[in-house]
Structure formats: C-alpha cells, structure tokens
C-alpha cells in the first residue's frame, strides 16, 4: 500500500528527486499533488512507508539538498 | 474437502478468508467457497486467476459454490485489496489513448513526469475509462521495466481493458517485455474509439 505522499518545492525538485530515489532503489510513483495537500497542480511521489526505508530517504534527499513534506496519502 | 463459508460478508472479507485458508492448504489440494454474492464471487474469481489457481464455479439457489485447486502459489503480501471492486457504476464509456511516452509538447523530461502522474491517477478517478489503449512510444508504460506498471494493474483488476499495439511492441522490438495489457491491432483499436462516446488524448 502506497501510503505516503512527498510534496517538493517545485517541479525541478521532482524531477531531480525521482532521479534520485531511482538510483537509490526506491519503488515509488510519480503522481498529482493530492488537493487535500496543495491546490498547487504540482507532482508529488507515492511511496510505501512500511517497505521503504524512510530515514535512508530522508538523508539521501537531504545530502542533495532537497526540501521536502511527508504527508499520509488518502484519495 | 476444507470449506470457506464467506455467506454475508462484503468485499474484502471473502478474499481474505480465501488467501488465508488457500495459504493452509497443501499443493493441489481442493477449497471449497462459499459466498452469497455476486460481486464478491467476481472478484474472489479474479484473484484466484490471477495466482493460477484452477476454480470451478457453480450457482445454487443464492449460493455460489467455487471449487478451487491449489495449483498456484498466493504470496504472504499479495494485495487483496486490489481486487476489491466493489460494483464499478462508475466504469464510464470512454476510451484513454495514449499516444507516445509524455504527455504534451515542451520539455522532454516534463512531458515524462507528466505521463506517469497521469496514468497513476486514472485508477483514483471517478469516472474511469473502460479501455486504455497504447500507441507507439506509449507502449513503454506497458512494459516490465515501467514506472507505472502497478497503476496499470490495478486498472485491469478493475475490469478496465488495456490494448496494446502490436505494430508497435514489433517495431521497438519489445514484444517479450509485455507486462500489463493485451497485444492488439488497428482494427480493434479503431474498433473500440470508434464506439466509445468519447476519446481522450494523453
């Protein structure tokens, strides 16, 4: 189950994210930004918390310097 | 002979009683279900083939009644879930096409991004297409390496049909990377935009 949900803080981010988190390993979907988060027409990624590592996440995001927000994924 | 009686229970108990007792069974050994409705007989059904599993089914009175050989293999995490479609009203009488591997004109990787953000959101729609059909470059969504292979699974279970273009899978030469959908041809394709009420363009 896909339950989480990372908003960045624009497109470019996204874009350099999913790149990453491919090299990475991550399973992952690219989706729209869901409208209870931001009414931004942004892109967001999907991901399973439980069977992703999400420290290991976080720090390789961080160490390339990329903002993001973790929010819980709910159509 | 092991009986699941699933009689009353709503999409997705029946299921998971069925993945859990499938799972205490030996190889080909024969379950037996029982369930009063159709919707779930539906879906049950749809799981059980998905995992290869041999099912008979028969309708007595408001019974039905699955036979099911343990033929196939359930993995522990298999998603159940995704196979409760709960009457689908919604299953409009449109048709999405998808013409290459990006969505619009502009910058490449946009148009990539832009691509998977879309057919991963087809599945949460209200009104969802009956077909998807995949022309060209676009039969890259549909092959094993595919970003949004999941999205496209869980359109199928959904009783969503997925054509792919066989024309196409030949020319890239990916015929054996065929991972979701089914190998079509011209005159299915036009044959399906032709009667859908409308076609969208992605």
């Known amino acids: 189950m896909r339950n989480k949900v990372l908003t960045f803080q624009s497109t470019h981010h996204v874009l350099k ?6 090299e990475a390993g991550f399973k992952f979907d690219i ?15 999907r991901l399973d918390s ?3 590592d999400m420290s290991f996440l976080s720090d390789v995001l961080t160490y390339n310097n990329i903002i993001f927000q973790i929010y819980d994924y709910k159509i | 002979m092991k009986t699941v009686d699933a ?18 069974l030996g190889q080909d050994e024969t379950l037996e279900i029982l369930i009063d409705n159709e919707t779930s ?30 033929s196939g293999n359930i993995p522990e995490n298999a998603p159940v879930e995704d196979f409760c479609r709960i009457n689908t009203p919604n299953l409009s009488d449109y048709v999405i096409t998808v013409k290459r591997n990006r969505m619009g004109d502009g910058a490449e ?11 991963n959101t087809i599945p949460d729609l209200d009104l969802k297409p009956k077909k998807v059909i995949f022309l060209n ?3 890259f969504m549909c092959l094993k390496d595919s970003p949004v292979l999941e999205s496209l699974k869980k359109l199928e279970n959904l009783g969503i049909e997925i054509l792919v273009c066989g024309t196409c ?19 299915d394709i036009l044959n399906s935009m032709a009667e859908a009420s409308k076609v969208v363009f992605a």
């Open chain 2, 41 to 70: 007989m539906t879906n049950v059904c749809h799981f059980l083939k998905e995992y290869k599993m041999q099912v008979v089914t028969e309708k007595q009175g408001n019974i039905f009644r699955l036979l099911v050989k343990k």
């Open chain 2, 109 to 119: 990787e946009l148009g990539q991004i832009l691509i998977k953000a879309c057919i």
């Open chain 1, 50 to 52: 439980e069977s992703s």
């Open chain 1, 17 to 22: 994210a999913e790149k990453i988190l491919i």
């Open chain 2, 7 to 24: 009689k009353g229970k709503l999409c997705p108990v029946p299921l998971i009683m069925t993945k859990k007792a499938l799972a205490e």
């Open chain 2, 137 to 139: 470059s676009g039969i």
């Open chain 2, 169 to 187: 899978l030949d020319y890239y030469n990916k015929k054996d990377q065929l991972a979701a959908g089914r190998i079509s041809n011209m005159y």
């Open chain 1, 31 to 45: 989706i729209p930004t869901p409208k209870n988060i931001s009414s931004d027409c942004g892109m967001s990624i």
